[in-house]
């Protein structure tokens, strides 16, 4: 009951109901698990707000440290973050490229099984068939 539609404990209707069943005996190990709850939440909330903070203060160190940079120590810095990016999209075009190449490579030989001697082969026993027809057919001087 204490949780909203997204899963999430909802505060307010866990205080409800800790209220609501807050002397009644039934409900003793209900009541229990609902205090930790509560104790849990509060403890998430706070280090929620001391994350905020820390990250505050992270921020204004990291701003401080910026002012304090000269030009190479940023351009290392500009590098850096480059060129790992860099690196990762070289490689992931690198890998699709080679995908593409083998995957052409496989078509071509499938396309290309058959050799030019059993092709000839292939044309030959379908001329003599076609002689063969014609000639019954009584067509056999064409």
């Known amino acids: 009951e204490a949780l909203s539609d997204s899963g999430k404990v909802n505060k307010k209707q866990l205080a ?9 005996q039934d409900f003793a190990d209900e009541l229990a698990v609902l205090r930790e709850c509560a ?12 994350i905020k ?4 203060e992270i921020n204004d160190a990291l701003i401080a440290k910026y002012k304090d940079l000269d030009e190479a120590e940023v351009k290392k810095l500009a590098l850096i973050k480059w060129e790992s990016a860099l690196t990762v999209t070289v490689e992931s075009d690198r ?14 030989g499938e396309r290309y099984d058959d050799t030019l001697p059993s092709a000839v082969k292939v044309v030959e026993d379908l001329q003599e068939k ?4 014609l000639a019954l057919l009584g067509l056999g001087s064409l």
């Open 130 to 133: 076609t002689k063969a027809h």
């Open 53 to 56: 903070t820390l990250q505050g």
């Open 16 to 24: 409800f109901r800790v209220k609501e069943i807050t002397g009644q």
């Open 95 to 108: 890998s699709r490229v080679s995908q593409d190449l083998a995957d052409r490579i496989s078509l071509l």
């Open 39 to 50: 104790e849990l939440v509060e403890k998430m909330d706070l280090s929620k707000q001391q």
